[in-house]
């Protein structure tokens, strides 16, 4: 008898960190070319780690090659503690692609001490280290064990505190290091032009600097920064346009690899109508600058990569969302000025990931509303997906592991959450991408970035607000999209409880709120609490010696995350800077020390990991004895550090030191 090897959604665990697996069920259905296609676009996705890397911070290049030399090489007793504090760092920052934590931003602070540090990088050979311009293993120790191990020094990767300098302090490297706010500020109003229909979206893909007290941009493109990573990039994308599905992707293809070799943003502007326009073909893919999250101005985009392809039954959920766009937007509950007059070009989709890269890998998003451009979007459309595997290994890893026992007020609620939950957040995703992301429109005349380092809280409180307003719509009963007029409650008190309560699991003690998405949630749910609070709509309520969330009336929660999304709007579209700052600062971002405490307790005792990420699966294709593709195998089995030593090893594409 053949023993079938059982598949198993998680693997290790450490610090606040799970990593799990995610399947591609239906590969091995894909024809011969649509294979080669996902393997060639997924070489693509990962051969540009190492631009993300170097995004995230100036040394994160030489201090991965560090803590690699010396967890392949080191020669102690790797049952030593100082050992063990070390693994946990190295793969906390493999993690995160760099020192700081890819949520709170936050530096990571070792568990091990400096001299064991510096006596084990001593020990190593030093042709293995990053060792520039004949510096010594001495010297790159004096270098690098301030930033890894001093507090003050680099301490967050994004800042966001209102009133500082949000360049000057961010250790993101996405500006050098004498550049201001104000001068940054300046410079890209400058670049503006008013009144343009059409602006492309400026500072995307280059570093800002100052040679001779003049600010200039270096540009990510072949033959500028990053040129080496970028000219690997156009390889495996020349090679996937050789097997594109149609000519519409093929020329897709085509205009990426001419905005890589120029790093004009207006052929990056006709690469995205021509993307967004191609929803014919089985696999789809994005590459290259995309989210803006990781600048504290919003301005420049991080590197990332993805594969994918649909998943055809699960997509019929999504499709029946967008041919209804427009009855969603001319029914919500914004002021008529803000609405578009005309939904373009939604299209919606499920999709099975194939690869993750970039800063969608380890840890990935779970919605994609693409592109960012406000007006490619108004008059082209976009694509958005939801991404159906990742979902399911999410739910698969929690089910059963004692958290809606701990935090959910009683056997009733947990009953509704039980028979709702799952497929009402996975109808909250599609909610949020297709019609949220794709919904309303800017005033004439204002700037797309005029709620400066508050709109990426802003936009996703838009996109949430709509989705939590819609998933209780008897529009979604009678389009076959929830079972009956209940089902939204699962959402509304999941949602409620994770703004309020266990969100704060993923925050160190003392510390705020300081990632987009967290942000966003702490708002919603803040706003509507204080809100209904006369009503008593939603209240805390203390049983046993523990904080609850009750919601007494879900109908009148429901009106106000209504009056929200009109107010998130009316700020998004009118670009009103100081309601936005005023919300944000008031509603999203502080915390109730005690209560904090009191969560992190009892989510302690649950053994739990707050933060998950994923293991991608290993494609190896299988060659003829010419040398051609005759099929391509995919894999499940890679440990988590083999998988990250082998990136290391075979997408190493830039120099350490990227000026």
């Known amino acids: 008898m053949i023993e079938t ?19 591609v069920d239906g590969f091995e259905q894909l024809t011969l070319q649509q294979k080669k296609l996902v393997y060639f676009l997924s070489e693509a996705a990962l051969t540009g780690r190492d631009i993300l890397w170097d995004q995230n911070g100036k040394y994160n290049l030489r201090i991965r090659k560090t803590l690699e ?104 490297n996405y500006y050098a290091e004498e550049v201001t706010q104000a001068e940054a500020e300046e410079f890209y ?78 052929t990056f502007d006709e690469y995205t109508i021509l993307w967004v326009q191609e929803t014919e073909a089985l696999v789809d893919f994005t590459n290259g600058f995309t989210e803006t999250y990781g600048d504290p101005l919003g301005l420049k985009a991080s590197w990332e990569g993805y594969v994918n392809f649909k998943d055809l039954k699960a997509t019929e959920r999504t499709e029946k969302l967008s041919a209804n766009a427009q009855w969603f937007e001319r029914h919500s509950p914004v002021e008529p000025r803000f609405k578009k007059e005309h939904c373009k070009g939604v299209s919606a989709k499920v999709i099975k990931a194939a690869i993750l890269g970039g800063d969608l890998y380890p840890a990935s998003a779970i919605g994609i509303n693409l592109p960012n451009s406000n007006w490619v979007r108004a008059e082209y459309g976009s694509k958005s997906v939801t991404i159906g595997n990742l979902t399911d290994a999410y739910n698969k890893a929690a089910h059963g592991n004692g958290f809606q026992q701990e935090f959910v007020i009683d056997d009733e609620t947990r009953q509704l959450l039980d028979r709702y939950q799952d497929d009402c957040d996975d109808l909250h995703t599609d909610l949020h991408e297709c019609l949220g992301h794709g919904s309303g429109r800017l005033l004439p005349g204002v700037d797309p970035d005029a709620l400066k380092a508050y709109g990426a809280t802003i936009e996703e409180a838009r996109a ?17 999209l929830t079972p009956d007029g209940q089902a939204y409650k699962a959402q509304y008190y999941s949602y409620m409880m994770n703004g309020l309560l266990t969100q704060m699991v993923r925050i160190e003690p003392g510390k705020n709120i300081e990632e987009a998405h967290m942000r966003n949630r702490a708002l919603i749910a803040r706003w509507t609490f ?73 989510y302690r005792a649950l053994h739990l990991s707050p933060y998950k990420g994923f293991i991608n699966p290993v494609y190896t294709p299988v060659y003829d004895e010419h040398q051609q593709i005759t099929d391509v195998k995919v894999s499940y089995d890679e440990a988590y550090d083999a998988q990250m030593l082998r990136y290391s090893h075979d997408y190493a594409t830039l120099p350490y030191v990227n000026d």
Request: some cysteine; overall charge neutral.
């Open 5 to 23: 090897k059982v598949f198993s959604y998680t693997d290790e665990q450490f610090a606040d960190l799970q990593m799990l697996r995610y399947r």
């Open 69 to 172: 030399t010396l967890y392949t090489h080191y020669c102690g007793n790797r049952e030593d503690e100082e050992f063990k504090a070390f693994c946990i760092y190295m793969k906390r920052v493999w993690f995160s692609n760099g020192i700081h934590h890819h949520y709170g931003c936050e530096k990571f602070i070792p568990g091990f001490s400096e001299q064991f540090f510096r006596t084990a990088v001593k020990q190593l050979p030093a042709d293995e280290l990053p060792l520039e311009n004949g510096q010594s293993v001495d010297e790159l120790c004096d270098l690098l064990i301030p930033v890894i191990f001093r507090p003050d020094i680099m301490p967050k990767r994004v800042n966001q505190a209102d009133g500082e300098d949000l360049i000057q302090t961010s250790a993101c």
């Open 189 to 266: 109003s400058r670049c503006k032009k008013s009144h343009d229909p059409h602006p492309v979206m400026y500072g995307m893909n280059s570093r800002l600097v100052k040679s001779h007290g003049r600010l200039r941009e270096k540009v990510w493109k072949s033959g500028g920064l990053y040129g080496a990573a970028i000219d690997r990039i156009i390889y495996w994308l020349e090679k996937a346009a050789t097997v594109a599905e149609n000519e519409k992707q093929a020329a897709v293809i085509r205009k990426l690899v001419d905005f890589y070799r120029t790093g004009d943003l207006k």
């Open 464 to 480: 949430d607000l709509f989705g939590l307003y819609y998933i209780a719509d008897p529009k979604l009963t009678e389009l076959g």
């Open 530 to 602: 204080e809100q209904g609070a006369s009503e008593q709509v939603t209240e805390f309520v203390r049983k046993d010696g523990k904080t609850y969330i009750r919601i007494n009336d879900y109908a009148k929660l429901r009106v106000l995350f209504g009056r929200l999304l009109a107010e998130i709007q009316r700020i998004k579209s009118e670009g009103d800077y100081e309601a936005a700052r005023n919300l944000v600062e008031r509603y999203g971002i502080q915390i109730d020390r005690e209560l904090h405490e009191e969560v992190l307790t009892r």
